[in-house]
């Protein structure tokens, strides 16, 4: 387990930075991407309070789920869950 935690403190900062700069030109298809490569990350680690955002993200702005959030505030609400983690995770370290 402690190898997952470090590879997610040392990769995940690069993966996010990388869906906020898709989504801060609007590129959800890129987004998409991205979001889809950090899933199997965020699910092996527990970090479930983000799965409707991820979903979301994954399906673009195509996605018909009902009561979606506006794309841009999935990506805010998925950033904040991922930096709190990158916060505590590593007192699990200790």
């Known amino acids: 387990m402690g190898k997952i935690i470090r590879s997610f403190l040392n990769n995940m900062p690069t993966s996010i930075a990388k869906v906020e700069a898709a989504a801060a030109t609007h590129d959800w298809p890129r987004v998409a991407e991205l979001v889809h490569h950090i899933k199997p990350s965020l699910e092996s680690l527990g970090i479930h309070n983000v799965s409707a955002a991820v979903r979301q993200l994954e ?29 505590e995770l590593p007192q699990e370290l200790s």
Do not use: F, S
């Not at 399906?59 to 991922?82: D, F, H, I, K, T």
């Open 59 to 87: 399906q673009g702005p195509n996605g018909a789920e009902a009561e979606q959030l506006p794309l841009p505030e999935a990506v805010a609400r998925l950033v904040a869950q991922v930096n709190r983690a990158l916060q």
